[in-house]
């Protein structure tokens, strides 16, 4: 194993895999062709959203969506999940053998207390929901959704969840959000990826680590959640490495330069600011992953320019 990846000890499981979520013409030619890595040297676990034979699989999946974007009013409709993310896209995520669930891990995520809501009331025996996840081959633990865009080369990144969420600090494994996108953006060969996340999210985090963060949107009243940062990252596997080593991003301080004005992650008027100065082509605007990863989620962050624009 990568000796990066110590803290995520988890990763060493036999019992643990990646998955590939993806109808059969939406499979990535090459997968992991493009971004040089050795993280992910096993073969995925890949399973068809158009098989009905995998509804149990597709079901746990959205359990564990609706219950980690519950708190934040932005469980996705079981439509969406299928109109927007798996026809169009792919979902590619962590999951576990039955066998290896612990005893907390079995409770939080027990089909029996959550069961995936908004489904079809199913008739036949085969596509009832399962009651015990022993009825699975394997239990997503986490999901990362992605949708090619219309602009060529560019992905939209679209749900990030995971069971850490949900569990108590001591339980959780580290880094799984994280490796959770790492595997989907290298699996797919990503190379430009765009995201929304709310101001303030500790998502921040994660997103801040695949590449220079640039806003292209800091104020989205088209959003049910206006308060959200919409972001573009050129995928960079250097810099996914500071998420485990906490090192400082030395080429994004050479390239950027702080403009000495912030972002208030708690001050609507500060973020309409930075809109219009993206709006007026003042832009463009980048945040320091390292800052973002030291201080607080409410804390004011840094608003760097490209130096060549000084
Ligand atoms: C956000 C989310 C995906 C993160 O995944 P995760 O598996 O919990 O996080 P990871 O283990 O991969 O990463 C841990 C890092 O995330 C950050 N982090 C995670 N939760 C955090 C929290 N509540 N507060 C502050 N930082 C947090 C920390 O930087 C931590 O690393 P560090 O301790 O070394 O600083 C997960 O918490 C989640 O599913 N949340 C609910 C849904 C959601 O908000 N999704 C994001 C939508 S854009």
């Known amino acids: 194993m990568n000796e990066l990846l110590k803290k995520a000890s988890w990763m060493n499981s036999e019992d643990i895999k990646p998955y590939v979520f993806v109808r059969h013409e939406n499979k990535i030619a090459q997968p992991g062709s493009f971004h040089r890595l050795d993280w992910f040297p096993q073969n995925p676990i890949i399973k068809d959203p158009l098989d009905v034979r995998e509804i149990a699989f597709a079901d746990r999946i959205y359990s564990l969506e609706e219950r980690a974007f519950g708190p934040s009013n932005m469980a996705m409709p079981r439509w969406v999940f299928y109109d927007c993310a798996v026809v169009p896209g792919f979902v590619a995520g962590f999951a576990i053998k039955p066998r290896a669930l612990s005893k907390i891990l079995r409770e939080i995520l027990d089909p029996k207390k959550f069961p995936a809501t908004g489904s079809p009331i199913r008739t036949s025996k085969v596509l009832k929901e399962v009651e015990s996840l022993d009825e699975l081959d394997w239990v997503p633990l986490s999901l990362f959704i992605i949708i090619p865009t219309m ?12 069971v850490n969420s949900l569990l108590p600090k001591e339980e959780q494994l580290y880094g799984l959000g994280f490796m959770s996108k790492a595997f989907g953006l290298w699996y797919a060969n990503v190379q430009q990826c765009t995201g929304m996340t709310q101001w303030g999210s500790p998502a921040l985090k994660l997103h801040s680590h695949y590449g220079h963060l ?11 959640h206006a308060k959200t940062i919409t972001y573009r990252v050129q995928v960079n596997t250097h810099c996914w490495e500071k998420f485990f080593n906490k090192e400082p991003d030395l080429a994004f301080l050479e390239a950027y330069g702080s403009t000495d004005e912030y972002i208030d992650p708690q001050s609507e008027s500060s973020m309409l600011d930075l809109q219009r100065k993206i709006e007026s082509g003042q832009g463009p605007f980048f945040l320091n992953t390292g800052e973002i990863a030291q201080k607080d989620l409410n804390e004011k962050l840094l608003i760097y320019r490209s130096k060549l624009q000084f």
């Not at 602009?151 to 995971?162: D, F, P, R, T, V």
């Not at 640039?214 to 049910?224: F, L």
């Open 151 to 162: 602009h060529k080369g560019e992905w939209a990144a679209h749900n990030l969840c995971s």
């Open 214 to 224: 640039e806003v292209i949107g800091a104020y989205a009243p088209v959003h049910s």
